[in-house]
Nanobody, 123 residues
Framework: QLQLVESGGGLVQPGGSLRLSCVGSGFPLHYYAVGWFRQPPGKEREGVSCISSSGGSTNYADSVKGRFTISRDNAKNTVYLQMNSLKPEDTAVYYC????????????????WGQGTQVTVSS
């Protein structure tokens, strides 16, 4: 079973940046599409971004387009989410998940999930 561990969350001021990492183990991550999801306080989990197993295809939620960038380094079994121009509404627990291609912003498409990392955007 693929195991995923997120890191890089924290407290940041509005307009700031964070880079989240998702490290895979158990199976080579390059077999998997990876999605980033988030769950704001009191709200449903939502898709943020996703990337195909090769890294050749990506997708973003409208709310983060132009601010977030997903990438992967398969040699390091790691997928990244660079988050710039952060807003208070980006506050959430962020999860990464692995599943088969194609990449999709749909939680049910993913089988294996990390435990999440908290991102708080506040002054």
């Amino acid at each position: 079973q693929l195991q995923l561990v997120e890191s890089g969350g924290g407290l940041v001021q509005p307009g700031g940046s964070l880079r989240l990492s998702c490290v895979g183990s158990g199976f080579p991550l390059h077999y998997y599409a990876v999605g980033w999801f988030r769950q704001p306080p009191g709200k449903e989990r939502e898709g943020v971004s996703c990337i195909s197993s090769s890294g050749g295809s990506t997708n973003y939620a409208d709310s983060v387009k132009g601010r977030f960038t997903i990438s992967r380094d398969n040699a390091k079994n790691t997928v990244y989410l660079q988050m710039n121009s952060l807003k208070p509404e980006d506050t959430a627990v962020y999860y990464c998940a692995g599943g088969p291609d194609p990449e999709r912003l749909w939680a049910n498409a993913y089988e294996d999930w990390g435990q999440g990392t908290q991102v708080t955007v506040s002054s």
